[in-house]
Every structure is written in C-alpha cells, then in structure tokens.
C-alpha cells in the first residue's frame, strides 16, 4: 500500500510481467491510472479531482453501485464510489478489495451485502470484475456501472464505435427512447445516453492517438456514454471548464435494462476488459 502524499488516501499499484501497470485507491476502489507497458496513460483523471469523501474521484473508474444515476432511492449512483474498501487479496499484478455497507449505508439502503472489486494487469490489458453476494435474508435489486473515464487526444477527434442501430434513453430529454442512428457516437455538444442492451464488444477510437480502446463487457447489458460539454463542465467544482475536450466516458451498466434482483445467498458478476487497438 501506499500513500498518497496530497490526499493521505492509501492506494494499490499493480504492474503485470510486462510492465503495465495500474493505481487503485481503497476510497470507492476506484481505479485512477492504467499506463500501457510504453508508457502511455489511458484514463482521464480531472486535474481538480478531489480523493476524499464526501466526494467521488473525478475520472479514472469510480464503481456506480448499487445503484447508477437516478435508478433507485439512492444518491446519484450509489454509495460504493464514496466508501473505503478493504483490500482482501493481492499480487504483484491483482488485486481484491472488498465492501459491505456500513450501519449507516444499511439506513439508507436496508441490504446486507458484499461487493468484491478485483482488478487484473496484464499486456497493454485491464480487467475489472464486480461479484456483489445478497448476504441478507431478502432478495434485493441493484443496478450498477463501471463509469470509466477515457484520455482522448481531443474531443473532435474521439468517437464511440459499435453503438449502430442500437436504442437508447436520452438522459437529455427525460430518458427518451430513441434509435442510434450515426455509425458511430460522436461529439459536438453534451451526450449523455444509456444505450440498451449492447453488442459486448465497443470501442473508443483515437483518431489523434491513432488507436482504439477496446471494451468487451460481460453481465453488463448497457453502455452509458457520457461527456460534459462546456455548461456542465463549468458547474462541476471538481472538474477544470475546458476537461470536457480531454475525455470521453464510456460505462458498462446495468441501468435502463435492469434491474438485478439478487435473491438472499445469490451473486451477481459482471465485468470488464479493456485492451488497446492500433488504427
Ligand atoms: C453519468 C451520468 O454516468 O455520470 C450523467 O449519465 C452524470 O448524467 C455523470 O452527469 C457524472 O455524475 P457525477 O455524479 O459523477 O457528477
């Protein structure tokens, strides 16, 4: 473990054979830096993020769960992003960091469980699982993401492949449901989307960088993609006015396809791999 000079917040490094390497932080097992084994970072983290409750880390990949956005009775996207994570198993290129909710958590959300965040390093690869156990006597619903926030070179020459034709709720017009209609996602103003029911496989392309992120996602059945625009941008205290251009958010969800009712005993897993692709 160490500690972040600045915050005092403990984070895990984890660094695969071939020298990729990650940064997770205990608060909301929140990963914050994937670098490939040239070098290169992949996640956008906000130069004005803040690493301590009450607030999320702005960028990297905070854990929406249980619940994402508005879904439920929470605060927006759940209280796992805002909690310290204990650290339950590790090596040299994994680690697994562990969640059961808090008295306090339990007021508010009234479901015993415990949610495992594992994250895996290996060649230019990232891979993220979540196994969440209903350990109550209760059956629950949850629904959740993986809010991942991308570096891209500049938002004009970013966009989001393998959305075509799929439907979506558009967060900007009171979760209207509409068709994706463009070969792919681009951005000249504010997104903010739940597509439904996706291909698992989706990519964020680089044109700048000339390369593609690539996200296979398994039990999640959906795909936020969001960007801030300048009007966001300037009403968020944790993010710089012009970061909208830096980053793309691409977040395997389950959100408007869920939710996951967990019966009492039962465990849910889904996760994410990301990989690299030259253009
Ligand atoms: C996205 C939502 O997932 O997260 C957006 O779709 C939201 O509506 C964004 O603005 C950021 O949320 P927060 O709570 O981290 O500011």
Not at 34 to 44: D, H, I, N, P
Not at 167 to 184: H, V
Not at 228 to 246: S, T
Request: glycine fraction near 10%; include cysteine.
């Amino acid at each position: 473990l160490t500690t972040d000079q600045s915050s005092g917040q403990k984070y895990v490094v984890l660094k695969s054979a071939e020298g990729t390497t990650a940064e997770i932080f205990l608060h909301g097992a929140h990963v914050t830096s994937w670098k490939t084994v040239s070098g290169e970072e992949v996640l956008f983290v906000s130069k004005q993020a803040v690493y301590k409750p009450p607030k999320a880390i702005r960028g990297g990949i905070p854990v929406c769960f249980p619940q994402f956005g508005g879904f439920g009775p929470l605060s927006q996207h759940g209280f796992a992003r805002n909690s310290e994570f204990a650290v339950t198993d590790s090596a040299a290129d994994s680690v697994t960091l562990s969640l059961t909710p808090s008295k306090d958590q339990l007021q508010l959300f009234p479901h015993p469980f415990e949610l495992k965040v594992k994250v895996d390093v290996g060649n230019d690869v990232l891979e993220q699982t979540l196994t969440a156990t209903n350990t109550g006597s209760k059956a629950f619903e949850l629904t959740a993401a993986l809010h991942t926030y991308f570096s891209i070179s500049s938002i004009d020459k970013a966009r989001v492949d393998g959305l075509s034709g799929v439907d979506y709720l558009d967060s900007l017009q009171d979760k209207r449901r509409l068709t994706e209609n463009g070969a792919s996602v681009r951005f000249g103003g504010e997104v903010d989307r739940i597509y439904l029911a996706t291909p698992s496989r989706l990519e964020v392309v680089d044109e700048g960088r000339g390369r593609a992120v690539v996200v296979e996602k398994q039990g999640f059945p959906d795909a936020v993609v969001w960007n801030p625009w300048v009007d966001k941008a300037a009403g968020m205290g944790d993010f710089g006015d012009d970061e909208y251009k830096e980053m793309v958010c691409l977040e395997p969800a389950v959100a408007g396809s869920g939710p996951v009712t967990l019966q009492p005993g039962a465990t849910w897993t889904a996760k994410q791999t990301l990989s690299l692709r030259q253009l």
